[in-house]
């Protein structure tokens, strides 16, 4: 199983970013993705998911400026991330869950400064 998060980039406050997490080795549309996040030196957080159906929800930290969804023919679930701020800098980490199972790929830093 593998699950590769890419698209962190240095992006300046207030401005937009997709992340992106290709899985493979899974039925990808059988699992409920996530998002989390850890920032230095913090504990990792939920930041959203997507459930097999396609509802949705966003930590209360993000409402309103992130949105989870995902394409379950290519086996990807993205985070697109608007209004940025200094406090969403971290290494964000997708993952792959269902009773049994619980997959995590590697973190794509996101650093938000000017």
């Known amino acids: 199983v593998q699950l590769q998060a890419f698209g962190g980039v240095l992006v300046q406050p207030g401005g937009s970013l997709r992340l992106s997490c290709a899985a493979s080795?899974?039925?990808?549309?059988?699992?409920?993705m996530r998002w989390y996040r850890q920032a230095p030196g913090k504990q990792r957080e939920w930041v959203a998911f997507?459930?097999?159906?396609?509802?949705?929800n966003v930590a209360d930290s993000v409402k309103g400026r992130f949105t989870i969804s995902r394409d379950n023919a290519k086996n990807t679930v993205y985070l697109q991330m608007n209004s940025l701020k200094p406090e969403d800098t971290a290494a964000y980490y997708c993952?792959?869950?269902?009773?049994?199972?619980?997959?995590w790929g590697q973190g794509t830093q996101v650093t938000v400064s000017s």
């Open positions: 993952n792959a869950y269902k009773l049994g199972d619980d997959y």
């Open positions: 997507i459930v097999r159906g396609g509802t949705t």
């Open positions: 080795g899974i039925i990808f549309s059988t699992y409920t």
